[in-house]
């Protein structure tokens, strides 16, 4: 079974002997426009309700990037508070998608990770990477911060990992500092023997008491049940930051690079 949505980038869910396998892709390096973002944590929440779905795996399409974070385009044409605020609530609607969802999500991270995409390998349950896969917090570059998905990345890595990407933003952190900060439990030499580690997790997971791992999932989260009002209050400060005149400029000399 497949169903596909279309717009400027694409979710596709394929569902298989209890695997739901959640693909975003988006022709801009993976970026995620806030449509694609709505799409997306729609598709989780779908997963998470189907009962015929016992484990996900959350992927992005290509080879090189899983995910370039936030859409610049998108960014560099917020003009108010309101729309900044709905913008960044799409991440958030994302990271809490997945830790509200009942079943385990495995992540599958096959290049780089940018912004938005550490918050995403954050908020998955299980994560896998390739050697590719290094991750980087750019926000403070453009001068916002990574409010929204500070928790999630928080949370996975600790503050002190944290604060080491969100404060020196340009710098990429390769995949093996993320593996033994605890962000990709295996990291790979290519996709191919990561996607063989990724179908046996999954097969054991399905064959697992879907109660148990329901009630595992919800013992592994708590202390987020106030992240509805967090990440609220969080896309609030990146919709009023994305307005000011030094992220304007930051943001348009970025896309040039």
């Known amino acids: 079974m497949e169903l596909s949505i279309k717009l400027q980038g694409n979710i596709n869910t394929e569902?298989?002997?209890?695997?739901a396998t959640i693909t975003f892709f988006h022709p801009a390096h993976n970026s995620?426009?806030?449509?694609?973002?709505?799409?997306?944590?729609?598709?989780?929440?779908?997963?998470?309700?189907?009962?015929?779905?016992?484990?996900?795996i959350l992927k992005s399409a290509g080879d090189r990037t899983f995910c370039a974070?936030?859409?610049?385009?998108?960014?560099?044409?917020?003009?108010d508070f309101d729309i900044?605020?709905?913008?960044?609530?799409?991440?958030a609607n994302v990271i809490n998608a997945c830790r509200k969802c009942p079943k385990f999500i495995i992540g599958r991270v096959q290049?780089?990770?940018?912004?938005?995409?550490?918050?995403i390998a954050s908020a998955v349950d299980y994560c896998f990477a390739?050697?590719?896969?290094?991750?980087?917090?750019?926000?403070?570059?453009?001068?916002?911060?990574?409010?929204?998905?500070?928790p999630a990345v928080e949370r996975k890595i600790g503050t002190s990992?944290?604060?080491?990407?969100?404060?020196?933003?340009?710098?990429?952190?390769?995949?093996?500092?993320?593996?033994?900060?605890?962000?990709?439990?295996?990291?790979?030499?290519?996709?191919?023997?990561?996607?063989?580690a990724i179908n046996t997790l999954a097969q054991k997971l399905v064959n697992s008491n879907p109660e148990a791992m329901r009630l595992l999932k919800r013992v592994f989260w708590e202390g987020t049940e106030h992240w509805d009002t967090l990440l609220?209050?969080?896309?609030?400060?990146?919709?009023?930051?994305?307005?000011?005149?030094?992220?304007?400029?930051?943001?348009?000399?970025?896309?040039?690079?």
């Open 15 to 19: 569902i298989e002997n209890g695997i």
């Open 32 to 56: 995620l426009p806030g449509a694609l973002l709505a799409k997306f944590a729609k598709a989780i929440t779908d997963a998470g309700e189907n009962p015929d779905i016992k484990v996900i």
């Open 69 to 79: 974070g936030a859409s610049f385009d998108e960014l560099m044409s917020i003009e």
């Open 84 to 91: 900044g605020k709905q913008f960044f609530m799409g991440f």
């Open 111 to 119: 290049g780089k990770a940018v912004g938005g995409g550490v918050g």
């Open 130 to 150: 390739t050697k590719y896969a290094s991750v980087k917090l750019s926000e403070l570059a453009v001068g916002i911060g990574p409010f929204v998905v500070g």
């Open 161 to 196: 990992a944290m604060s080491q990407l969100a404060i020196d933003a340009t710098e990429w952190r390769d995949a093996i500092w993320a593996n033994a900060m605890g962000l990709y439990a295996e990291v790979f030499d290519n996709a191919e023997d990561m996607d063989a």
């Open 232 to 257: 609220e209050r969080r896309a609030e400060m990146s919709g009023q930051l994305v307005l000011s005149k030094y992220s304007k400029n930051a943001i348009a000399a970025f896309k040039k690079k």
